[in-house]
């Protein structure tokens, strides 16, 4: 009776394959695997947002395009902005009498796009010997971004110690940072206001009273499916 030996060759392999595994179990990570962002911590930084107004010698005033970026620089302020918002007027220069004249049309064109008046704040730099100085609005902002966030990927295949990528977690680090509406959050949290109570107060009168808590729609608020698409 002939012998059977194919069982061996797979036995072989077997045990060939335990052997390797049990080789990489013992380097071990390099690095413990954990969250996608504790490779790549978001972080928040002081950023400078600038508005340069070119100016010539004998401008009377800003031109209706001056006064448009203005007022989305106010929006965007607004919007993000903290601390004084600066306007820089040259001095020495041959746009210096224009640039005062552009810095009072200037404060008046963001305080009516709703920039408080006391924010902006005037101060001089020197530009002696300068031709066309600008007239320069600078504000301070928070912009988040995520650390170590490498530019390559290395060969994913080869991994000897066994441990993660570098850029693990790095796009969803960026993507994050990328949406957070205002990144000072991060450095401070945001003010909280104070809880209506009158209105709580009302919600549970009605609560214990066994009575609808929403609030009554009139008729107008009131929707129906036209007849039509039924």
């Given at each position: ?6 069982a061996f060759p797979l036995k072989t392999l077997l045990c060939g394959a335990l052997t390797l595994g049990l080789v990489a179990c013992a380097t071990g990570p390099k690095t413990p695997w954990g969250l996608p962002g504790d490779q790549h911590k978001i972080t928040v930084q002081r950023a400078q947002e600038r508005l340069n107004i070119v100016l010539a010698p004998n ?172």
């Amino acid at each position: 009776m002939q012998k059977d030996t194919s069982a061996f060759p797979l036995k072989t392999l077997l045990c060939g394959a335990l052997t390797l595994g049990l080789v990489a179990c013992a380097t071990g990570p390099k690095t413990p695997w954990g969250l996608p962002g504790d490779q790549h911590k978001i972080t928040v930084q002081r950023a400078q947002e600038r508005l340069n107004i070119v100016l010539a010698p004998n401008m009377a005033g800003l031109t209706r395009i001056q006064k448009r970026n203005l007022s989305g620089f106010a929006a965007a302020y607004m919007d993000h902005g903290y601390g004084p918002l600066t306007i820089s007027v040259p001095q020495g220069a041959d746009t210096s009498a224009a640039a005062r004249r552009a810095a009072m049309q200037t404060r008046k064109t963001l305080s009516e796009a709703g920039v408080d008046w006391a924010i902006i704040v005037q101060a001089p730099y020197q530009a002696n010997g300068l031709t066309n100085s600008p007239l320069l609005l600078t504000f301070t902002r928070y912009v988040a971004s995520a650390a170590n966030c490498g530019g390559q990927w290395k060969n994913l295949a080869t991994h000897p110690g066994n441990n993660e990528s570098d850029n693990f977690g790095c796009a969803l680090a960026a993507n994050t940072a990328a949406m957070i509406a205002d990144p000072y959050d991060l450095v401070r949290p945001a003010r909280i206001d104070p809880a209506s109570t009158s209105r709580r107060q009302t919600i549970m009168d009605k609560y214990i009273a066994g009575k609808p808590t929403g609030a009554e729609r009139s008729k107008d608020e009131k929707g129906t499916v036209s007849d039509a698409v039924k």
